[in-house]
């Protein structure tokens, strides 16, 4: 037998099984991962939420496969075939495949040729010749043709149909045995090449996979992105996918090995004798006819699994560092959503991000009313104090860059400060029925520039507004499972938001529906409350809200902060069931809770084991006096802007060798994309991310770094941008009499550029366009 789920979740995690046995209970309870992992340190002997979000994906596929073997070990008992060797060998599957290879001959399934052939009562000669090769398949086989008519199953016509009928048996047996697949499967995933071939006649409508249409590549070394892109290829009928091994394609091809792994298994030999023969052309038959292609579509699933799971984490990955980026903090803020045709839209909103003032100007085509939009713009200035100015990163933004710039130089009373903001995603959000409800005053064009606005402010409680789909951050996100994908970001979403906290006074809708234990309801029902009472004086009020529980308020109220209320505590992270720990602080020595709270050299004087108790513990007490010395901490980043370069607008303004400044925009395994301000995101390859081996670009660069880069090739026919973070690499510039439209590619004694992953710099340009535009 199995150990318990808890033992193995323990084994694979590294930790204690009494750690992992306290947090299935408190999940089973109803807590939640970021609340656990925060506020029931002792329960779980410090579990961070990284171990939990593992830990908890362990349970819940650990828990289906008891629940599917419980339900496979009763059906084979009802078909009254569960020998006691099969049950345990049931009992001790470790994995769903497992399950799933041993169920396999006992599987309900459609009446197939060899179900017939037993009906007619051929397994006799098919156990015959197996258990004795020197027999004569047709001497054996014309014992039981059977030309009678009646009953029609039994129905034997001659010798060929004997013979084929026990072929059809044994290649069944042959497929459904448990412990072949598992040798087989092993050796394809360790041996096994996926190769791709353009589908006769696509060749110019799949253009954009001609690096595919000739393509081979070891299945177990595909990285996430190529097989993404091959799948895609398949999906959208351009390619044809086949799994092979070396020997099949070789010139002249041979037969694969496991055609002869399939016959060893069973003892198969031609030794000469009778039935050698036949029994090995039932081997080759049941390789080709049912092996190969039950593997070849197992191994492709597991392949895109495996790539899914990896897109799924890249994604994640850069939404996380997305949603913590460094916020400008509560400053008055103009937006600026850059527009040629439709104008500039314009919104003012104060430090809480309430709107103050919309406006629209036409500094471009075809108006050029320039002197205009900077009087309109100034008027909004001087008339709301305005601290920063946020720049949509879409279409005309360098334009516009130029506009605010004059702008600030006009104003330098101001201290007015310029950022280009990404606007991926702020179409979206602006067209939505959130934002409908939330300014149904305001026109969808003026929304957009509230989002650019805000976004500036606190990059968190906006971008919690639009679906983590349509931020823009990911790798093959469509071509993945939505579902998973929709599980995994909201996990994401949810560890840092709680990570952060939030005011409950200023907080939408949508950023309480992040915190620990509320859902829309209760997020519904805390703005409703604050709209009819006002501001929260404190944390117990929230109980006052309708359908706000002691569970919902013990699960919550660590992650919402009351600034300026009755109790200091409450703007911190102190839960408030902790709150007797801090008393006996304070009166232990002998001071106010105003007069500790941000006083450093006061809490770190302090012993904290001698404040634990038999509920709170010393992670606990920690915890308390680390708030109370920094109450309210944020866990992002400091601010910092990146300043693109003067008169570099366009890819053509581009020339090898240029140094710029640019902020990441997406990561991926294959390297990291910039904006460098020229509407076109350029690619840093991991090769050329440090001048050391890099393994994963995640550890060098993250979304919304700003990174200094210089320019090793452009290519202005195809929008392809190629950067280097190696400063010091030798890169020539671009001479006029270059026939190539973008310049030469770089050689001899200069620094190679990096090598592209054919699917990303072929689809680079279209969807970074795209993206930009939200």
């Not at 179900?115 to 027999?135: N, S």
């Not at 069944?172 to 071939?197: H, I, M, P």
């Not at 190969?292 to 197992?298: D, Q, T, V």
């Not at 004059?406 to 009373?413: C, D, N, T, V, Y």
């Amino acid at each position: 037998m199995l150990p318990p789920i808890e033992h193995r979740i323990a084994e694979e995690l590294g930790v204690r099984p009494q750690q992992v046995f306290a947090a299935v209970q408190l999940l089973d309870e109803g807590a939640t991962v970021p609340f656990i992992s925060r506020y029931r340190k002792e329960a779980t002997d410090g579990l961070d939420d990284t171990q939990l979000r593992n830990l908890e994906e362990r349970l819940t596929y650990l828990r289906e496969l008891e629940e599917r073997r419980a339900a496979i070990i009763a059906s084979v008992d009802e078909q009254g075939k569960l020998s006691p060797e099969l049950r345990v060998e049931l009992e001790n599957a470790e994995t769903k495949q497992r399950l799933e290879d041993l169920y396999l001959p006992y599987k309900p399934k459609r009446r197939t040729k060899a179900q017939m052939a037993r009906e007619a009562g051929l397994e006799p000669l098919a156990d015959a010749l197996m258990a004795d090769p020197t027999l004569s398949p047709e001497e054996e086989a014309a014992k039981y043709v059977n030309t009678a008519t009646e009953p029609p199953e039994q129905h034997v016509p001659d010798i060929k149909a004997a013979l084929e009928g026990a072929r059809q048996i044994l290649m069944e047996r042959f497929a459904e045995d448990a412990t072949l697949l598992e040798k087989l499967r092993t050796y394809l995933n360790d041996y096994g090449l996926l190769v791709s071939a353009v589908v006769e006649g696509k060749e110019t409508e799949g253009a954009k996979f001609r690096d595919w249409f000739e393509f081979r590549e070891a299945i177990k070394d595909m990285p996430s992105h190529r097989a993404l892109a091959l799948l895609r290829g398949r999906n959208e009928g351009v390619l044809r996918l086949a799994l092979k091994t070396e020997a099949e394609l070789e010139d002249p091809p041979r037969s694969s090995p496991c055609e002869a792994m399939v016959s060893g298994h069973f003892g198969l030999k031609d030794q000469g004798r009778a039935a050698d023969r036949w029994l090995l052309e039932t081997a080759r038959w049941a390789w080709m006819v049912k092996l190969s292609l039950h593997l070849e579509l197992e191994l492709m699933n597991q392949l895109r699994e495996r790539a899914e799971e990896e897109a799924i984490r890249v994604f994640g990955r850069n939404l996380h560092d997305l949603l913590l980026a460094a916020p400008a903090g509560p400053r008055a803020t103009l937006g600026l959503d850059p527009g040629i045709r439709t104008g500039c839209k314009i919104a003012v909103v104060d430090k809480t991000g309430k709107v103050l003032d919309t406006a629209t100007v036409y500094p471009h085509e075809p108006r050029r009313d320039w002197q205009g939009a900077l009087a309109t713009l100034a008027v909004l200035c001087k008339k709301h104090g305005v601290d920063l100015i946020a720049i949509g990163n879409g279409t005309a933004s360098r334009e516009t860059d130029k506009l605010a710039g004059e702008l600030i130089k006009g104003l330098p009373e101001l201290g007015i400060t310029k950022v280009v903001v990404s606007e991926a995603g702020a179409s979206v959000y602006s067209a939505s029925e959130l934002a409908a409800k939330e300014f149904p005053e305001l026109d969808v064009s003026l929304r957009g520039a509230v989002s650019i606005a805000r976004r500036l402010q606190d990059p968190l409680a906006e971008l919690v507004k639009i679906d983590p789909k349509s931020i823009g951050v990911g790798q093959y996100q469509h071509d993945v499972n939505q579902s998973r994908l929709a599980r995994a970001l909201d996990a994401i979403v949810e560890d840092c938001v709680n990570s952060v906290g939030v005011d409950v006074n200023t907080a939408s809708v949508p950023l309480l529906t992040r915190i620990s234990g509320l859902n829309t309801t209760l997020a519904g029902n805390i703005v409703a409350y604050r709209d009819q009472h006002g501001a929260f004086k404190s944390r117990k009020q929230l109980k006052d809200v309708p359908r706000l529980g002691e569970k919902t308020f013990e699960q919550a109220a660590g992650f919402l902060r009351v600034m300026g209320g009755d109790n200091p505590l409450d703007a911190s992270a102190v839960h408030p069931e902790a709150y007797p720990v801090v008393e006996r602080i304070l009166a232990d020595i002998q001071k106010g809770v105003k007069e500790v709270i941000g006083d450093s050299r006061a809490v770190k004087a302090l012993n904290p084991a001698k404040y634990t108790d038999e509920k709170f513990g010393l992670p606990t007490v920690q915890d308390i006096l680390k708030e109370l010395e920094k109450p309210g901490r944020d866990p992002r980043p400091e601010f910092k802007t990146a300043s693109f370069k003067d008169g570099v607008e366009d890819l053509k303004d581009l020339l090898p060798g240029m140094q710029l400044e640019g902020v990441v925009t997406n990561v991926t395994n294959f390297g990291a994309f910039v904006d460098i301000g020229v509407h076109q995101d350029g690619l840093v390859h991991v090769s050329a991310l440090s001048s050391k081996f890099v393994k994963d670009p995640h550890t060098i660069v993250k979304a919304g770094d700003v990174v200094k880069v210089k320019v090793l090739e452009v290519d202005v026919a195809r929008k392809r941008i190629a950067l280097t973070m190696r400063l010091t690499d030798e890169v020539a510039p671009r001479s006029p009499h270059d026939a190539r439209p973008g310049g030469p590619r770089p050689g001899g004694n200069r620094a190679p550029a990096p090598r592209r992953e054919p699917e990303a710099a072929g689809a680079m340009a279209a969807a970074f366009a795209k993206l930009k535009r939200g």
